[in-house]
């Protein structure tokens, strides 16, 4: 007789609207892995509380993706961070082990620069990058994005104190913090890292800043171009990315630390792309 299902979620406020359900199911499927995943709504002040139903009380919790807004806190639940969760001050992946300790982990970075660098052949190394935002996905992603050499990242953010207190992380790493209407330059890469895109709102950032070989990329995703990247488009931008890709990008880290497996992104990717085009 079949014994109990490993169970995972996605906890976040909101979370109706997540794919993390269909991308691991399609992941267990194709890797022949029994487990059970769904989305869960947690409220803003019952973080702890979900935890610990879902790892101490519920039979057969094993892991956790996590969402906003509750990243940092997943980060002060984990009993056990990885050295780039350390780093990242949040936390998107949690699990337990068999002496019951909570373990966190990051892999927002990884999946941004695997969707950049594999499925998108975007070459990072010597390259002037500009990240947008100073929130959790910013702070996520900076490191494994310095790992890969650029020639200069700059953190813009509305509040400069909080892409300064970024950039302070790392004293040996060529970036720098500043405003949104300080920047000068154009860059090779500009990633939208905040929220605002999705409400049809956007920093307000000097035009100069894309040339004609600039790339943008929206962390965020719609089934329409982001209000970012129609920005970048409209200013001449060479090609303008969502973050689709860095979302299964980093669901397949997560598998492959919860599994042992790392499953194909392909064509899971290719799957939710013509589900949204339909």
Same mark, same amino acid.
């Given at each position: ?5 490993d ?6 406020n909101p979370?109706? =609207? ?6 691991? %199911?399609? &992941?267990?499927?194709q890797t022949?892995q029994r ?5 869960r709504?947690?409220?803003? !002040?019952?973080?702890d509380?979900?935890?610990?139903h /879902?790892f101490?009380e ?5 892991g956790?993706?996590?969402?906003v807004?509750?990243?940092e +806190?997943?980060?002060?639940c984990? +009993?056990?961070?990885t050295a780039?969760?350390?780093k990242?001050?949040?936390?998107? %992946?949690?699990?337990?082990t068999? !002496?019951?300790?909570? =373990?966190? !982990?990051?892999t927002?970075g990884?999946?941004?620069v695997? !969707?950049?660098s594999v ?14 935002g100073?929130?959790?996905a910013v ?8 790992? +890969?050499?650029?020639s200069?990242l700059?953190?813009a953010n509305r *509040?400069?104190?909080k892409a300064?207190?970024?950039v ?7 970036v720098s913090?500043?405003?949104f %209407? ?5 860059f090779d ?5 905040t929220?605002?895109s999705?409400?049809g709102?956007l920093p307000?950032l000097p035009?100069?800043?894309?040339a004609?070989? *600039?790339?943008?990329?929206? @962390?965020m995703y719609?089934s329409? %171009?982001?209000? &970012?990247?129609q920005?970048g ?8 990315l969502d973050?689709?890709? @860095?979302l299964?990008?980093?669901a397949?880290e997560? /598998? ?14 290719? =799957?939710?792309?013509?589900?949204m085009s339909?």
């Open positions: 007789m079949a014994g109990p299902v169970k995972y979620a996605v906890l976040g979370v109706a =609207h997540s794919k993390s359900p269909r991308i691991h %199911t399609m &992941f267990a499927s022949e487990l059970q995943y769904n989305a709504l947690v409220p803003v !002040d019952g973080f509380e979900a935890i610990n /879902f101490k519920e039979f057969g919790g094993h956790l993706s996590i969402t807004p509750f990243k +806190q997943a980060w002060e984990a +009993q056990h961070r780039r969760a350390e990242a001050g949040a936390v998107n %992946t949690l699990w337990i068999n !002496d019951g300790v909570i =373990h966190g !982990d990051n927002d990884l999946g941004l695997r !969707d950049l499925n998108h052949q975007v070459e990072l190394e010597n390259k002037r990058i500009l990240i947008l100073a929130g959790g702070r996520g992603v900076l490191e494994p994005l310095l790992e +890969q050499k650029p200069e700059v953190v *509040t400069v104190s300064e207190a970024l302070e992380l790392f004293p040996e790493k060529p913090a500043c405003g %209407t300080d920047l000068s330059g154009n890469l500009i990633i939208n890292g929220s605002a999705l409400q709102d307000p035009v100069e800043i894309v004609e070989h *600039t790339i943008c990329y929206d @962390m719609a329409e %171009t982001t209000v &970012f990247n920005w488009l409209a200013h001449g931008a060479r090609q303008a973050g689709l890709g @860095m299964v990008e980093q397949a997560q /598998f492959l630390i919860w599994r042992g497996v790392r499953p194909d992104t392909a064509p899971v990717l290719l =799957h939710l792309r013509e589900d339909a």
